[in-house]
């Protein structure tokens, strides 16, 4: 039986592939890396620690003591935690992130990814046992779209785009054709938030696939959290980009979704 190493942040999304993993037979060994895992992971899992993003060499020396070749990240971890001071960083990563030319997202996970293979594991891509997460296109809710939140689609999708390939972030918040907010180092939540506040509601949020996603971190994610903070930021509409896109909870957000007016696309 194949033992994989799950590198485990906050939300659904570690407990639904770790649920996923063990429902084809194999052995998952789960890494709490930031507080606010779900509990439930503890319950699933065959066996869950917790281990600070910061201490690097602790993780691989526990994935290698239980055996594991293989490993998946999922969840969210804020790249914020590295410069806040909140985590405590080992020798091995403060090494590792001042070798670094920058601190773009795409940097700082590749330089993991090679310290990761360097010591002999491979990193799985994230929806190679959750691509049934991963919508068709068309419209998901009951209700679709305006014309004007149509447009506000077409004009996030493409600007997300852009902005996922300056490696800037995944998700922007649109109304009227005009970029209210722009996701950064503060995350998707946060960037809804300054949207809808900007925007004073009726906005349209767009999260996309970089242009030349890397399947072995950052695909892109919408959940509870991010309807409910749509709700919260008097968010109309949602596009997301179908078949590169993991909807977490499914049910749950649509029905989230259908209950407030709110209508998603995947495109």
């Known amino acids: 039986m194949k033992t994989i190493g799950l590198l485990a942040g906050v939300g659904g999304l570690p407990v639904q ?9 194999f052995t998952v060994i789960a890494i709490g890396v930031v507080p606010g895992v779900d509990p ?27 055996g594991v070749t293989e490993v998946t990240m999922l969840g969210k971890v804020t790249k914020e935690l590295m410069f806040t001071g909140t985590v405590q960083l080992d020798n091995r990563i403060q090494k590792l992130l001042s070798s670094l030319t920058d601190n773009s997202d795409d940097t700082i996970m590749l330089a993991f990814v090679r310290e990761f293979v360097a010591e002999g594991f491979s990193i799985l891509d994230q929806t190679a046992l959750i691509k049934s997460l991963m919508p068709m ?24 785009k852009e902005m996922g ?7 922007v918040v649109v109304k009227k054709c005009a970029v209210m907010a722009v996701e950064a180092i503060e995350g998707t939540d946060a960037c809804i938030r300054r949207g809808g506040e900007l925007g004073r509601s009726g906005v349209t949020v767009a999260k996309v696939a970089k242009p030349n996603q890397d399947l072995r971190f950052d695909v892109p994610t919408v959940g509870l959290s991010t309807l409910e903070t749509m709700c919260a930021a008097g968010a109309t509409a949602l596009v997301i980009e179908a078949g ?3 909807i977490v909870d499914r049910e749950k957000v649509l029905s989230l979704a259908n209950d407030n007016n709110i209508t998603i696309v995947a495109m």
């Open 40 to 66: 439930e992971l503890n319950n699933i899992s065959n066996k869950t620690y917790h281990i600070s993003v910061g201490q690097l060499e602790q993780i691989l020396t526990t994935l290698k003591n239980e």
């Open 165 to 171: 390939g300056l490696d800037i972030g995944q998700t």
């Open 244 to 246: 590169k896109t993991l």
């Open 17 to 25: 592939f770790a649920r996923a993993a063990r429902g084809m037979g």
């Open 137 to 160: 296109p068309g419209v998901l809710t009951s209700r679709k779209p305006t014309i004007d939140e149509q447009a506000d689609m077409d004009f996030g999708f493409k600007m997300a």
